[in-house]
């Protein structure tokens, strides 16, 4: 009789189980559809070059750039530092030397009327770049500013389909290092989808030098800032909203595949949960 008894308990046990699991049901699969967005949306990264002699540290902490971060806070923006330290002499010393920030590219040896040929004269700024984007990628865009945006060109024409836009600010086009130059119009025009800013009052890199570098992108954003000058613009320029914009458009897409690929996996694992308790009712 006891037997008989623990034997009818268990069926008890499995139907009040299964009606306390389908009374759950609706919740899990709000938590099933709600939980992967949450843990698949993670920041989209963009990787900034400095200015020559300049180094990510100082970048990051310029104005332009802080009022880019603060009105893109669904992106991380990553400072490099780029391969060639400035090396200085100390007054005093000959022996002891500090670095006043790095270069992407180093002067030609023989001087501005001397360009260099070689297209490998970056290599060190090269390798460093490819060692964030290993470590730190994958990378939605890039950005860079005045030498950072001469470098710009050359490094997505050597590492295409790397990023998904560019940025660059008051760039210019590498007459002193024609081999560099070379790689840049061998793949030009660049299908990345690109921006190109240069402000008027801009009296180290003149607009119409930066203006030289838009044959290097297929169909660039091209934007002259009236009031701006030799430095990525800040929110009291008046095109800073277009260079937002420019940004969000570009992870628009992006965006979306994210959220469709949430989707799949929300209706994979709720199968999985009905199935279950399917399985449980038989």
Same mark, same amino acid.
């Given at each position: 009789?006891?037997?008989?008894?623990?034997?009818?308990?268990?069926?008890?046990?499995?139907?009040?189980?299964?009606?306390?699991?389908?009374?759950?049901?609706?919740?899990?699969?709000?938590?099933?559809?709600?939980?992967?967005?949450?843990?698949?949306?993670?920041?989209?990264?963009?990787?900034?070059?400095?200015?020559?002699?300049?180094?990510?540290?100082?970048?990051?902490?310029?104005?332009?750039?802080?009022?880019?971060?603060?009105?893109?806070?669904?992106?991380?923006?990553?400072?490099?530092?780029?391969?060639?330290?400035?090396?200085?002499?100390?007054?005093?010393?000959?022996?002891?030397?500090?670095?006043?920030?790095?270069?992407?590219?180093?002067?030609?040896?023989?001087?501005?009327?001397?360009?260099?040929?070689?297209?490998?004269?970056?290599?060190?700024?090269?390798?460093?770049?490819?060692?964030?984007?290993?470590?730190?990628?994958?990378?939605?865009?890039?950005?860079?500013?005045?030498?950072?945006?001469?470098?710009?060109? #050359?490094?997505?024409?050597?590492?295409?389909?790397?990023?998904? #836009?560019?940025?660059?600010?008051?760039?210019?086009?590498?007459?002193?290092?024609?081999?560099?130059?070379?790689?840049?119009?061998?793949?030009?025009?660049?299908?990345?989808?690109?921006?190109?800013?240069?402000?008027?009052?801009?009296?180290?890199?003149?607009?119409?030098?930066?203006?030289?570098?838009?044959?290097?992108?297929?169909?660039?954003?091209?934007?002259?800032?009236?009031?701006?000058?030799?430095?990525?613009?800040?929110?009291?320029?008046?095109?800073?909203?277009?260079?937002?914009?420019?940004?969000?458009?570009?992870?628009?897409?992006?965006?979306?595949?994210?959220?469709?690929?949430?989707?799949?996996?929300?209706?994979?694992?709720?199968?999985?949960?009905?199935?279950?308790?399917?399985?449980?009712?038989?």
């Amino acid at each position: 009789m006891q037997k008989e008894r623990a034997k009818s308990a268990f069926p008890n046990s499995s139907r009040k189980l299964l009606l306390l699991a389908q009374q759950l049901l609706p919740i899990l699969l709000l938590l099933v559809g709600f939980l992967p967005s949450c843990v698949l949306a993670e920041k989209k990264k963009i990787l900034c070059l400095h200015g020559g002699g300049g180094d990510g540290e100082g970048f990051a902490a310029s104005p332009g750039m802080k009022d880019l971060e603060r009105a893109l806070p669904d992106f991380e923006f990553v400072y490099a530092n780029a391969g060639y330290p400035v090396v200085v002499e100390e007054e005093y010393s000959k022996k002891e030397e500090n670095s006043a920030g790095y270069l992407w590219i180093p002067d030609p040896p023989g001087g501005k009327k001397e360009p260099t040929q070689d297209p490998a004269v970056s290599q060190a700024s090269t390798v460093t770049l490819d060692e964030i984007v290993a470590s730190d990628g994958p990378f939605a865009g890039i950005l860079g500013y005045s030498q950072g945006a001469a470098y710009v060109p #050359f490094y997505v024409s050597m590492r295409p389909n790397t990023f998904e #836009f560019a940025l660059m600010f008051c760039g210019y086009p590498t007459l002193t290092h024609l081999g560099m130059l070379g790689v840049v119009q061998d793949s030009s025009p660049n299908p990345i989808p690109s921006l190109i800013w240069m402000g008027v009052n801009d009296f180290v890199i003149p607009p119409e030098f930066t203006r030289e570098t838009i044959p290097f992108f297929e169909s660039p954003l091209v934007v002259e800032s009236d009031q701006g000058d030799h430095a990525v613009p800040g929110t009291d320029d008046p095109t800073f909203d277009q260079v937002v914009s420019f940004i969000e458009s570009q992870s628009d897409g992006a965006s979306d595949d994210s959220a469709g690929s949430s989707s799949s996996t929300s209706i994979v694992i709720a199968c999985l949960i009905m199935l279950g308790f399917a399985t449980l009712s038989i």
